[in-house]
């Protein structure tokens, strides 16, 4: 070696290849980051899908549980007569609602072994109630618990006797109430001009008439309406109680406060429903009875409440929601980000048609990544043939 030093072609070379070296490693640096950041956003994507499946999913196993099949799943308009199409879309988002009894309650036959020596049987667990009198159709009066509390939005089933058949009445409780004590609630009762489809008897048999008849009971009915909405400029899928849990007066999906946010990033999704087959032909639009997987008639498709009704848990092959034996749900999951490491070319991941979704030129692509996610349940509470049970 040159004991003066290197030349300054020596050094020259040296640092060109220094440099080859520090760029190829930092090549491979920034390659190695976007694509753990495109990961990421995957990540992130299944695990809001999760949520949004893991929710839907648990929920639809409980649709119809003690109520009527007729009215466990609501395809009315606010403001709109019977029989119009608003929960379906082909060019933009589904919702789904439907209706369980809340499952939270003890019932005891009046047994002394069991600890039950009272008439008619005790009650216990805080959501189902004794009525006291014969309610109006504007009022009841229940038997609440010292932590019990009924909000306004719920809604309640009433069941009255009169010796042989449960009349039962559906009503939303117009202001918040709480116990202990008999408490009386002010209430609208549900007809066929509300923004509902639990209707059932109009108006209140005797609760207390002839002898031996055990009293009225009151029990409590969880809505479920989920439906995608944006929240903070970004699409959320969330759920619609009907219940003022902020007590200000104002009910949900007016005050947003009251929604429940369950899956960030859901910008779609679609439904469809299983129809229980009978012998003849599917009276879906392409026959095949599902409702709402034609993609090739350009039309809102969905269950037709003003349809003849089956009775006892049967199927008549009729387009009405008692008929519905299973729903399928399909979402699609956006980026909570855009994906800038693909570059610039890339415009995002396509809009994806799903059952009778036939137009997304709604979508806007934005480099979002997009996950479709399908899950489907059965109701086996639609199967009922006696809805009125109380244990």
């Known amino acids: 070696m040159n004991s003066r030093g290197f030349t300054l072609i020596e050094l020259l070379v040296g640092g060109t290849i220094g440099v080859m070296a520090i760029a190829m490693v930092l090549g ?26 893991l929710e839907i999913g648990n929920s639809l196993k409980r649709a119809g549980y003690g109520i009527d099949p007729g009215v466990a799943f609501d395809f009315s308009c606010v403001g709109q007569p019977p029989g119009t199409k608003c929960h379906d879309s082909y060019n933009g988002t589904d919702d789904l609602r439907f209706y369980a009894r809340n499952p939270n309650y003890v019932y005891t036959p009046q047994n002394a072994a069991l600890g039950c020596a009272t008439a008619g049987g005790c009650l216990g667990g805080g ?19 010292s932590l019990d509390v009924i909000q306004k939005g719920r809604t309640v089933l009433a ?13 939303t409780v117009q202001g918040r109430i709480a116990g202990p004590g008999n408490i009386g609630m ?50 959320w899928l969330v759920l619609d109680t009907g219940i003022d849990f902020n007590n200000n007066g104002t009910l949900p999906p007016a005050d947003t406060a009251d929604l429940i946010p369950v899956a960030r990033g859901v910008e779609d999704m679609q439904v469809a429903y299983q129809l229980g087959p009978t012998t003849g032909t599917a009276p879906d639009s392409n026959q095949d009875w599902v409702v709402g997987n034609n993609q090739t008639v350009l039309a809102a498709e969905e269950p037709d409440p003003t ?7 049967t199927l008549n092959g009729t387009m009405h929601p008692a008929n519905i034996r299973g729903v399928r749900v399909t979402f699609v999951v ?26 997304v030129t709604a979508i806007t692509l934005g480099q979002f990544r997009r996950m479709p996610i399908t899950l489907s349940a059965a109701t086996r509470n639609m199967n009922s043939s006696n809805p009125w049970l109380l244990y």
């Open 28 to 53: 491979v640096f920034i390659s190695q980051t976007a694509s753990f950041q495109s990961l990421d956003l995957v990540r992130q994507m299944n695990a809001n899908g999760r949520d949004a499946s």
């Open 127 to 145: 959501t189902m109630y004794s009525i006291v009198g014969v309610p109006t159709s504007t009022a009841i009066v229940a038997t609440l618990g």
């Open 159 to 171: 069941l009255c006797s009169d010796s042989t058949t449960p009349h039962p009445v559906f009503a």
């Open 186 to 235: 002010t209430i609208v009762i549900n007809s066929s001009t509300a923004s509902t489809s639990l209707v059932a008897d109009l108006a209140f048999s005797s609760c207390h008439s002839g002898t031996n008849v055990p009293p009225g009971f009151l029990l409590l009915v969880d809505q479920y309406h989920y439906y995608v909405t944006t929240l903070n400029n970004e699409p």
């Open 307 to 313: 349809q003849a009704k089956p009775l006892n848990g």
């Open 334 to 359: 956006r980026s909570p980000i855009p994906d800038r490491s693909l570059g610039s070319g890339f415009l995002g991941d396509p809009a994806v048609k799903f059952e009778n979704r036939s137009d």
